[in-house]
């Protein structure tokens, strides 16, 4: 049985710069590392930065990191919406 794909770390923050960010994109290379030793790997921030061309971080998350369901049709579909 294949290994389930593994979701990348994300922030609700476009800036790469910003400190959180930073430290996200470090976990998000260290899960990739581990996925693609099973070829499983989505990349969440990816997705996220594409979302967050249209909205505002704060539309999403308050905070960067919760998601608030439903808000602007995003929410839980859009992994599945934007899944590759």
Do not use: C, H
Not at 40 to 57: G, H, I, M
Not at 62 to 82: C, H, K, M, Q
Request: glycine fraction near 8%; proline fraction near 7%; charge should be negative.
């Amino acid at each position: 049985m294949g290994m389930s794909p593994l979701l990348t770390p994300f922030l609700f923050e476009p800036n790469p710069e910003d400190k959180i960010r930073k430290t996200m994109d470090e976990y998000e290379a260290f899960v990739k590392q581990i996925a693609a030793e099973a070829g499983a790997v989505f990349d969440s921030q990816a997705t996220f930065n594409v979302v967050l061309k249209e909205l505002y971080p704060a539309a999403l998350a308050w905070d960067r990191f919760i998601l608030l369901s439903g808000t602007y049709g995003a929410g839980p579909g859009v992994f599945e919406r934007n899944w590759v």
